[in-house]
Nanobody, 121 residues
Framework: QVQLVESGGGLVQPGGSLRLTCQVS????????VGWFRQAPGKERVFVGS???????YYPYSMKERFTISRADAKNTAYLQMTSLKSEDTAVYYC???????????????WGPGTQVTVSS
């Protein structure tokens, strides 16, 4: 069974950076597209970006300049690097794995429990 676990969240000041890690077990990560999503309290889950099996990335326009997704298949790990963080980036961040490079959450089969990112001074 494929399991994903996010780590690296926490409290960061506005303008700061964080790198989230998604550790995958139970299957080879290289078989999957990895998607990152976030969900703020009382709001819907929002697509942050994705990375295909060959390393191609896809971001919504609003995330493109500050967020970078990468993967290290040999480590069965994916990453989300976030810079110039703003208070509105506060959310629970989720990684997911699936077969399609999609912005839609229902295209992803496996999900981690999420990690909290709080941007505040």
């Amino acid at each position: 069974q494929v399991q994903l676990v996010e780590s690296g969240g926490g409290l960061v000041q506005p303008g700061g950076s964080l790198r989230l890690t998604c550790q995958v077990s139970g299957h080879t990560l290289s078989d999957y597209v990895v998607g990152w999503f976030r969900q703020a309290p009382g709001k819907e889950r929002v697509f942050v970006g994705s990375i295909s099996r060959n390393g191609g990335t896809y971001y919504p326009y609003s995330m493109k300049e500050r967020f970078t997704i990468s993967r290290a298949d040999a480590k069965n790990t994916a990453y989300l690097q976030m810079t110039s963080l703003k208070s509105e980036d506060t959310a629970v961040y989720y990684c997911s794995a699936g077969g399609s490079n999609s912005a839609f959450a229902n295209e992803y089969c496996y999900w981690g429990p999420g990690t909290q990112v709080t941007v505040s001074s």
